[in-house]
T-cell receptor, first 114, second 112 residues
Framework: IAGITQAPTSQILAAGRRMTLRCTQDMRHNAMYWYRQDLGLGLRLIHYSNTAGTTGKGEVPDGYSVSRANTDDFPLTLASAVPSQTSVYFC?????????????FGSGTRLTVV | DQQVKQNSPSLSVQEGRISILNCDYTNSMFDYFLWYKKYPAEGPTFLISISSIKDKNEDGRFTVFLNKSAKHLSLHIVPSQPGDSAVYFCAASGEYGNKLVFGAGTILRVKS
């Protein structure tokens, strides 16, 4: 089934540990995004990539890094996790730079930092 | 400060009646607006969109209205069904190219 796969589904992580959230898409979409969802704040953009080999910062990039070595994969890394990074993380993709078709989202990763 | 605001955290509607979800925005550079629907433990799914050159877009039971002068849009669901119970996110784009800015979401409960 075409779409976006995120892993893990959920994770409890000790503060200070490093963690990489995985995201893979099989739709050959050029653009990919990472959002975090927090109650009362909706979805906030962390990082994005318009095409393989390029990345950019979103609204809340601090404490996170990304890479885009190929079209399909867009991992999100927390170098040293803090409790404020407890959230639900969604990876998304879109076919081109426009938004007329909307984004395709993964099912999310629920991360708890303790 | 949030550029896309959904001021109603939740809405409860009787099955068969109309659901109206509201969204306000502050950035006049936004030129495309979308609604997403999210069920628990799933990612958001695209529902309907509207360009700033239009004031209405309809798709089956779903209609989105845009009032640019008021910087306001709304999603109408008629008739509402229990399966419509979900979180609805309003989103906008324009200033940051293809990157969407989301509101906080509104929980819709449709009672049977």
């Amino acid at each position: 089934i075409a779409g976006i796969t995120q892993a893990p589904t959920s994770q409890i992580l000790a503060a200070g540990r490093r963690m990489t959230l995985r995201c893979t898409q099989d739709m050959r979409h050029n653009a990919m995004y990472w959002y975090r969802q927090d109650l009362g704040l909706g979805l906030r953009l962390i990082h994005y990539s318009n095409t393989a080999g390029t990345t950019g910062k979103g609204e809340v990039p601090d404490g996170y890094s990304v890479s885009r070595a190929n079209t399909d994969d867009f991992p999100l890394t927390l170098a040293s996790a803090v409790p404020s990074q407890t959230s639900v993380y969604f990876c998304a993709s879109s076919a081109n730079r426009g938004v007329s078709d909307g984004y395709t989202f993964g099912s999310g990763t629920r991360l708890t930092v303790v | 400060d949030q550029q896309v605001k959904q001021n109603s955290p939740s809405l409860s509607v009787q099955e068969g009646r109309i659901s109206i979800l509201n969204c306000d925005y502050t950035n006049s550079m936004f030129d495309y607006f979308l609604w997403y629907k999210k069920y628990p433990a799933e990612g958001p799914t695209f529902l309907i969109s509207i360009s700033s050159i239009k004031d209405k877009n309809e798709d089956g039971r779903f209609t989105v209205f845009l009032n640019k002068s008021a910087k306001h849009l709304s999603l109408h669901i008629v008739p509402s069904q229990p399966g419509d119970s979900a979180v609805y996110f309003c989103a906008a784009s324009g200033e940051y190219g293809n990157k969407l800015v989301f509101g906080a979401g509104t929980i819709l409960r449709v009672k049977s």
